[in-house]
Structure formats: structure tokens, C-alpha cells
């Protein structure tokens, strides 16, 4: 009988209640099946992560699955906490908090760049977690110092996480969409032709935005932008509380 989702994300936990059976050991843990999950996950996408799959890779059968993680959902839970739990979390070694942020949302980013299926991974639950709450721990001491109080510094940290998260989605590989590099490059001069001389706005900052990226969209230069007007906003709420 699988435990409860609670008791999953705390297994390691020396509080955690231990299965009383005297039967033969299991093949595998629910740590070897979480770790094998986020695995296909990486490699595939959280859409070919299948219980079938997943038993096939452990040599064990689908049902034996669903004992060591309830179901496919409390699966995705459990392996959001654990790419959490194994994040790198780097001391804060500077007095500076708008550095701090910049810190968190950086490392934040580069997470989702190692396991692109946790921007799909939505489920409140994740947030009871030790990986997830270790987390949220060390990424609020980013605003020490700043005389917030705790419903702020909670929503100021969710401001950072939220934008990271969509800044993430936008630069998440898509193996079905054209180069837009290369098509910016072949069809610039062919799309002068159809505009002629309609939305002249448009053309003229379109023009110098895809001049100055090369592109009609960069990333890179998004990310850049949109942190800086994050902590800008964030500023303004620190210096009204200083």
C-alpha cells in the first residue's frame, strides 16, 4: 500500500513512518524511482514519461510503480523536490540584496535550463516538500536586511520566482519551431516588400530592436531587461519600508 504524498517527500526524514513489512526486500526505492523519472524526464519531456515506461527502465512492473509513488501526479511532485533538493545553493557573500535577487533568479533560470519539464510541474503540493522548502529558505534570506516584513518578503520573492518562470518558458527549446534567426535573415527583405509602407511604428522599432538582436526576439536580452525592471520595482518597495 503506497504512503501518503506527505510521507513520500519526507521519506529521508528520521520522523518519517518506516514500512512495518517483514517481506523481501523491494528491487528498487522510491528514491531510485524518482531519480529514473527525472531522468526520462530530461532526456524526453515530461510527455513521454509514462508509469509503463518508467517500470520498464527499473525492470519492475507498473504496478510495483504505483507503490513506490502513489500515482503519476505525486510523481511529478516528488521529482520537483528533488531537483530542488539537489540545487546548487551558493552563500549570499555580498551586503548588496539586489545582487542577491539577481543570484536567486540566475540559479532559479539555470535550473529550469537542466530539467525544462519544471516549468510544467504546477502542483501546489511541491511547496510542502524539504527540497522545496530549503529552497524557499535560503532564497528569502535574499532580502535580509531590507526591513520588509514577512507577507512582503514573501510576495516580493514569488514576484522574482514568477517572472524567472516565464522568462524560462520563453527560452525553453522548441525541436518543433524554425531557427527564427535564420528565417529573420532570409525573409527581412521579402517582408519590407508586403508591408510597404502600412504600421510604420511597428517597422521602425521592429527594424532597430531586429538590427540590435539580430532577431525578432532575444532571449537573452529579454532576461537582461526584465531583471533589471524586476529589482527596479522591487526597490521602490525596499526604499518605502527603509
Known sequence: MPRELIDLLWRAHPHAPRDGSRGPKAKVTTSRTV???????DAEG???LTVRKLASELGI???AVYTHIGTRT??????????????????YVTDDWQARVEQIAEADLALYTRHWWLI???????????GTIAKYDHELHAFDGTNLDDVERDAA???????????AQARRPDPHAADMADVWYLWNERLKTYLGEDFPLAQRVGAAAGESMNAPYSPDAAWTFGLARVVDALESLVNTQS
Do not use: H, K
Open 120 to 130: 510544467d510541474v504546477t502542483d501546489q503540493r511541491s511547496a510542502l516538500g524539504p
Open 46 to 48: 515530461l510527455e513521454s
Open 157 to 167: 520573492l514569488t514576484f522574482v520566482t514568477d517572472f524567472t518562470r516565464t522568462a
Open 35 to 41: 531519480d529514473c523519472a527525472i531522468d526520462l524526464a
Open 61 to 63: 512492473s507498473p504496478m
Open 74 to 91: 505525486d510523481l511529478l511532485v516528488l521529482m520537483a523536490d528533488a531537483v530542488r533538493a539537489g540545487q546548487r545553493r551558493d552563500p
